[in-house]
């Protein structure tokens, strides 16, 4: 249509025609140039945006990925740090309690008797003839009295 426009200004003897096809030609050409860029354009834009939306989803779904990864480490890490305190204020409780009982008097707590001091209080028995020695031969009083002592401390932090 352009170029019989174009034909018929240049073949047409009135000057008003010949003006009037030329600007009509002109208009249709700018007109259809535009139309023509922007179909190729928005061609272009739907090919593209077809082609990397497959990797927007994809890196939508890696971000998900590493921010509840990201998560659960912190709150694994918050666990660690209670859970370092926790062990830690044990561990000052029992070197205190290790002191104490290291600087503890001798004499038994009070409390009910133990069954080594009911033993030693008792009067002397012949011991039946064994083969073995007994066990109060082989645990001194003292080693008997600590581990009474770390007994009763265990049993007053625990309760």
Do not use: Y
Request: charged letters at 10%.
């Amino acid at each position: 249509l352009i170029n019989i426009l174009t034909t018929v200004a240049l073949t047409s003897k009135p000057a008003k025609l010949r003006t009037a096809a030329i600007a009509i030609a002109s208009l249709l050409n700018a007109n259809v140039t535009d139309h023509i860029s922007d179909a190729l354009a928005n061609a272009i834009a739907t090919k593209t945006l077809n082609c990397i939306s497959s990797l927007v989803n994809k890196l939508k779904s890696t971000m998900d990925f590493l921010t509840a990864n990201n998560a659960k480490q912190a709150k694994s890490m918050l666990t660690l740090r209670a859970m370092s305190k926790t062990l830690e204020e044990v561990s000052t409780s029992l070197d205190a309690l290790a002191s104490k009982l290291t600087n503890a008097p001798s004499p038994m707590p009070a409390g009910p008797p133990s069954w080594a001091s009911i033993l030693k209080s008792a009067p002397s028995q012949p011991a039946p003839p064994s083969s073995t020695p007994g066990l109060n031969s082989l645990i001194p009083n003292k080693i008997t009295q600590v581990q009474q002592h770390m007994c009763h401390n265990t049993c007053s932090i625990l309760i």
